[in-house]
């Protein structure tokens, strides 16, 4: 089973439309939006089955330069 987490992206000022370029040619998530407010880009994330969150993050995600800081939400029940 998949779990699914929601991250919020701040980029370096001037960089939004680069680094959500960078994310899409991953292929890695499920939805990506630009966002208002402390953080630029909203992504939905499905972690692989037996992977660790923060590493595959770490690993897949934050390699990206020009971004500045995440904030990770993980969920639990679909309603």
Do not use: W
């Not at 000022?13 to 960078?22: D, I, M, N, R």
């Amino acid at each position: 089973m998949t779990i699914c987490v929601f991250i919020q992206i701040r980029c370096k000022p001037g960089t939004t439309y680069k680094v959500a370029e960078q994310i899409a040619l991953l292929e890695i998530h499920s939805e990506l939006y630009s966002t208002s407010g402390d953080y630029d880009l909203l992504m939905k994330l499905y972690i692989p089955k037996n992977e660790d969150v923060g590493k595959y993050i770490n690993d897949h995600l934050l390699v990206i330069p020009d971004i500045e800081r995440s904030l990770t939400t993980m969920t639990f029940k679909v309603f």
